[in-house]
């Protein structure tokens, strides 16, 4: 036999193996089907239904992981990464540089209040870095260091907190000034709502004699009925709360002078003693 035609003749046998073994796969392919039908029909389930649920549930299946990324890029080489494109974010920018610059001036803040309550005086060290903390804080929200010190002698903790990265108090408290500043109404509303404390506390510590908390109170009410000399719109707008304040005369020189007469915050005797 030649060569080619031994090779031939391997090609035809394979052939029909392969014819031989389709058919029998086909067989056993059948009998699967048959067996697997009558299994699912003895269950109460048709083979059509069975079928029918598995296309229905493989076509779901993509629309649930689609669901699970979208949204999601994974970052390439020529692209930025989700975190990367938050910080170009012109307002979180803007946003975390404030905060920073809350907790910056709140150090130095409180550094010179420590220094206070040691009994000493801030370095020139610490004034120069209270001056650069405003200068900063102002560049990133107008008047935020104002407001902020304006809440901080309310309640020096608030610095102290803020100081140590939890400024959430110093934030709420910092907003509050903002609206008193610009809400001249409001301004009042507290001004009036203070006093009246104050008024309070001071009759009370006199009363179980705490001399020294009485004149404490008192001094407060003094700076605050001084301090209307330098807020002429605030003043002005206490003219029509006199009652509330418990002044009783009109001198005619402003409402922080006729605070100071009625309860006596100057040298002389007050007129409501």
């Known amino acids: ?82 975190e990367r494109k938050v910080e170009a974010d012109p307002e979180t920018a803007l946003r975390r540089a404030r905060g920073r610059a809350l907790v910056r001036h709140a150090r130095a803040v409180d550094a010179i209040f420590a220094a206070q309550d040691q009994g000493g005086q801030a370095s020139p060290d610490q004034v120069s870095e209270l ?3 405003r200068q900063r804080f102002e560049d990133v929200r107008p008047h935020g260091s104002h407001d902020a010190e304006a809440a901080y002698k309310k309640n020096p903790e608030l610095a102290a907190e803020a100081a140590s990265g939890d400024a959430r108090r110093a934030i709420r408290a910092l907003q509050l000034e903002t609206e008193l500043r610009t809400d001249p109404g409001l301004r009042a509303d507290r001004f009036v709502e203070r006093w009246q404390n104050l008024h309070r ?21 003094r700076n605050m009925a001084q301090s209307l000399e330098r807020d002429p719109q605030l003043e002005s707008i206490l003219e029509g709360r006199k009652r509330h304040l418990g002044i009783g005369i009109d001198s005619g020189m402003g409402v922080g002078r006729d605070l100071t007469l009625t309860f006596g915050l100057g040298r002389g005797r007050g007129l409501g003693l």
């Not at 394979?14 to 058919?23: E, K, N």
């Not at 009759?203 to 407060?220: I, K, L, M, P």
């Open 131 to 133: 001056q650069e903390a």
């Open 1 to 82: 036999m030649s060569p080619c035609r031994g090779i031939g003749t391997a090609f035809a046998d394979q052939d029909r193996l392969a014819r031989t073994l389709s058919r029998d796969r086909a067989k056993d392919m059948a009998s699967d089907y048959e067996t697997a039908r009558d299994y699912a029909e003895r269950r109460g389930i048709t083979f059509r239904e069975r079928v029918e649920r598995v296309v229905e549930i493989a076509r779901q299946v993509p629309e649930k992981v689609r669901g699970m990324f979208d949204g999601f890029r994974l970052p390439t080489g020529g692209e930025e990464g989700p």
């Open 201 to 221: 506390a001071s009759d009370e510590r006199y009363a179980a004699g705490d001399y020294s908390g009485h004149r404490a109170t008192r001094v407060e009410m």
